[in-house]
């Protein structure tokens, strides 16, 4: 089993949508989390972390953690055609090993 | 303003032959970080390195060697190259701190093994 659980999609949305990918992991002594968004053939980039549990909302992407059930989510309300990409969850380990370990990705398109 | 530097971009291998991927980054970041992806498998991590001096097994480290050369470099060494290292190689560096952690990639190296 992999440590940081994604569904690889493709995760379909209509333009204007709010579009929701998840993400689980195994590791119950995880700190941090984080969705990276990946455009084909370029590298990742950070969209969002976060540390503790609740929401934390950054301009059209929320990101949502629950330590005890161990899921961490993102939102995307008002989805774009640019929005289109593989989002990558990651996960550092325990405390202290600067480990970070990705998902699978899940591919975002977002039909205009 | 560089950032993540990998060399070299694209590179084919006959199996058996060994090579070296080079990655630097100016940051001034203590960990740095080697991670392959291929097609539905997501970035998984082959070795990384917390800090100047150490390096660690990830993932997926079998067939692979790294060297920490100084904080600036940090490469990865295929000795003798199979067609299942063929895959899309990234460098990455970071900062750990409590609340504000970031991986910074570099552009990727495309390494194909026949």
């Known amino acids: 089993q992999k440590e940081v659980e994604q569904n690889s999609g493709p995760l379909s949305v209509p333009e204007g949508a709010i579009a929701s990918l998840n993400c689980t992991y195994s590791d119950r002594g995880s700190q941090s989390f984080f969705w990276y968004r990946q455009y084909s053939g370029k590298s990742p980039e950070l969209i969002m972390s976060?540390?503790?549990?609740g929401d934390k909302e950054d301009g059209r992407f929320t990101a949502q953690l629950n330590k005890a059930s161990q899921y961490v989510s993102l939102l995307i309300r008002d989805s774009q055609p640019s929005d289109s990409a593989t989002y990558l969850c990651?996960?550092?380990?325990?405390?202290?090993?600067?480990?970070?370990?990705f998902g699978t990705g899940t591919r975002l398109k977002v039909l205009a | 303003n560089a950032g993540v530097t990998q060399t070299p971009k694209f590179q084919v291998l006959k199996t058996g032959q060994s090579m070296t991927l080079q990655c630097a980054q100016d940051m001034n970041h203590n960990s740095m970080y080697w991670y392959r992806q291929d097609p539905g498998m997501g970035l998984r991590l082959i070795y990384y390195?917390?800090?100047?001096?150490?390096?660690d097994k990830g993932e997926v480290p079998n067939g692979y060697n790294v060297s920490r050369l100084n904080k600036r470099e940090f490469s990865l060494r295929l000795e003798s190259a199979a067609p299942s290292q063929t895959s899309v190689y990234f460098c990455?560096?970071?900062?750990?701190?409590?609340?504000?952690?970031?991986?910074?990639f570099g552009s990727g190296t495309q390494l194909s093994v026949l």
């Open positions: 390195s917390a800090s100047e001096g150490t390096t």
């Open positions: 976060i540390y503790s549990n």
């Open positions: 990455a560096s970071s900062e750990y701190s409590a609340t504000n952690e970031k991986l910074f």
């Open positions: 990651a996960v550092t380990m325990s405390s202290g090993t600067y480990k970070y370990i």
